[in-house]
């Protein structure tokens, strides 16, 4: 089984790859469909890899909306037909700095950075 601060690591990963190709802006991320998929299938990672993290863990950082994390995990996964190119751009643009930033420091303070 996998410890908290690889599970943590693994979140670093996922956002790392997606930074990769959300850098090409909207308009490749809208055009291009694998892409898309590859975006897609790394905030699924994360949403996977938060929901093993252990309740005293994401209290000590409640400031993280773990909860929604884990349910957009779950709609990607049981209900991909209602995932929409606006939502995952937001949340690349807009929860994932913050997110990425918090787990760093997540990654310190445990002393693993």
């Keep these: 089984m996998r ?8 979140i670093l ?3 790392a790859a997606i930074e990769r190709y959300a850098s090409q802006g909207w308009q490749a991320f809208d055009d291009q469909e694998l892409i898309q998929v590859w975006i897609v299938h790394h905030l699924q990672i ?9 309740a005293d863990l994401m209290n000590q950082y ?3 909306p773990w909860a929604q994390i884990v349910a957009f995990r ?5 209900e991909y037909f209602r995932v929409s190119l606006n939502l995952v751009w937001a949340i690349v643009q807009n929860n994932l700095p913050p997110l990425k930033a918090t787990v760093e420091r997540m990654l310190q303070e445990l ?3």
């Design 46 to 54: 994360i949403g996977e890899a938060a929901n093993t993290l252990s």
């Design 111 to 113: 002393g693993e950075i």
């Design 62 to 64: 409640a400031e993280v």
């Design 3 to 10: 410890r908290e601060t690889e599970r943590l690591q693994d």
């Design 74 to 78: 779950n709609l990607v996964v049981h």
């Design 13 to 15: 990963d996922a956002i």
